[in-house]
């Protein structure tokens, strides 16, 4: 994923007839991945207690694509709308310095604000993106220009000074269509908001409601676990040794309709990125494994490398459950899984009477995203290098 050694994200989406990203967003920031020092873990823990919800809004075409929502920056605070992002570390936004190009994007106004600080540092960051049910595009096609900056950051109304920032000050066409300006990256580091939440009490750790559209009420609970949102038990599992600054579990098997086959019964560390609706996996032997356990009728399209269609017409008849296999932190597996009502993506724009299959392969990249996220509350737990999931009780 990291084509070169400074920051690269990487930017992969699928989804039903999205324009842009929103559909999905893995970015990838090796910057400013930066694990939790061994020690500190448990002075991280000890003012239990406070936690602050935030209101998400789910960018839907056709398809659940992303869910995002507000935060403040600067003095006096102005409202920046972000994709909450597990599978990136920074925070980007669009600022009043890009004129026409970002114009279909809400503005941050750093003259506005006392407290901005510009390191007049920029930064390019050229995105490997897919795009709607569309395009995996390994082109030049999505730029972004940054300059470097700090200010206050209010998460949840928990208000943290100086925090590392970037303003998006250019980019290229294809963001025309994002809806939001922003990126908050909630990668497991404690990086941006997290110190100066820590020093005010809470937890290092979040949990997310992501709900259908139709459905709605989305949430993000920042310092804290919302156990009304889920039935039964939090399932705990450790963060894979292999996780490399992602949120990643390891993975022993995956199961189609109740099947597994020794190609699918291989380790594997998955990747859990909100900002990414479908699935990807980095062996082209896997999604082909999984894909004839399903219709012998579903095919790659060419047109867009790494994506797979059947016709319309079939596809929502195809039984295709997907369990994936964890490990929990007693070492005993649980499951998680998409359910077939998840698997048709929606037709492609190029061929409207085929419609993309959910999973997708992009070489060396195992991900999971909203598909699964949909089904399960979620524990992010940084403090402790661990994740949680219990059943939100939504189809
Ligand atoms: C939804 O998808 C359609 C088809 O790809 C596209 O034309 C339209 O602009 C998209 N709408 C939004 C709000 O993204
Ligand atoms: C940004 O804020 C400054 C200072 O308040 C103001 O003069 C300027 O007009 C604002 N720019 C835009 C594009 O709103
Ligand atoms: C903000 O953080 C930077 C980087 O750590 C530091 O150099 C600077 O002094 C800080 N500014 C304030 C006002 O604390
Ligand atoms: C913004 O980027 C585009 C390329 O997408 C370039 O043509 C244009 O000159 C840039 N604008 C500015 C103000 O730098
Ligand atoms: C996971 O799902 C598969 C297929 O449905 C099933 O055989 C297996 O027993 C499940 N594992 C657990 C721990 O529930
Ligand atoms: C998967 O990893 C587990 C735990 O490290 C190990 O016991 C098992 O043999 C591995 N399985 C395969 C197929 O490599
Ligand atoms: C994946 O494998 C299939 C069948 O073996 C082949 O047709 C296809 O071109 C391969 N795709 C990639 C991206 O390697």
Excluded at 158 to 176: E, K, R
Aim: proline share 6%; aromatic share 10%; glycine share 10%.
């Amino acid at each position: 994923m990291l084509v070169s050694a400074i920051l690269i994200l990487v930017l992969v989406a699928a989804s039903a007839g999205a324009v842009l990203q929103p559909a999905g967003e893995l970015q990838h920031v090796s910057l400013t991945a930066r694990k939790v020092p061994k020690g500190h873990m448990a002075s991280l823990r000890k003012r239990a207690g406070t936690s602050a919800n935030i209101a998400l809004d789910d960018y839907y075409n056709g398809t659940d694509l992303q869910w995002y929502g507000n935060i403040q920056v600067g003095t006096p605070p102005q409202d920046v709308s972000v994709i909450f992002d597990t599978g990136s570390s920074s925070l980007e936004f669009t600022s009043t310095e890009c004129g026409e190009p970002c114009a279909n994007q809400p503005k941050f106004n750093t003259s506005a604000s006392s407290t901005y600080v510009s390191s007049d540092t920029f930064t390019t960051i050229p995105f490997v993106t897919g795009i709607g049910v569309d395009t995996l595009q390994y082109d030049d096609e999505y730029v972004l220009w940054l300059r470097e900056g700090r200010d206050t950051v209010s998460v949840g109304g928990i208000s943290t000074p100086n925090v590392s920032l970037y303003t998006i000050i250019n980019q290229t066409q294809a963001f025309d269509a994002d809806p939001n300006g922003g990126i908050q990256g909630m990668g497991p580091a404690l990086t941006g908001f997290w110190p100066g939440l820590m020093d005010q009490g809470y937890d290092a750790l979040f949990s997310l409601y992501l709900t259908p559209k139709s459905v709605g009420n989305a949430e993000l609970t920042i310092g804290g676990i919302d156990s009304s949102k889920y039935t039964g038990n939090l399932i705990h599992a450790p963060m894979s040794a292999e996780s490399d600054g992602y949120w990643a579990l390891d993975s022993p098997a995956i199961y189609v309709n109740g099947q597994t086959t020794s190609t699918l019964s291989q380790n594997r560390t998955i990747i859990f990125d909100s900002g990414t609706p479908n699935v990807y996996f980095g062996s082209n032997n896997t999604v082909e494994a999984i894909y004839s356990s399903i219709s012998p009728d579903i095919q790659p399209y060419a047109p867009e490398p790494g994506t797979y269609g059947i016709a319309c017409d079939k596809i929502d008849e195809l039984p295709a459950q997907i369990d994936l296999t964890f490990t929990d932190t007693n070492g005993e597996p649980f499951n998680l899984t998409i359910p077939s009502s998840d698997f048709n993506v929606g037709p492609f724009e190029a061929e409207p009477t085929l419609c993309q299959t959910m999973i997708n392969y992009l070489d060396g990249l195992d991900l999971v995203g909203g598909s699964v996220l949909k089904h399960y509350y979620s524990v992010w737990d940084i403090a402790n290098q661990q994740m949680a999931f219990a059943p939100n009780g939504l189809a």
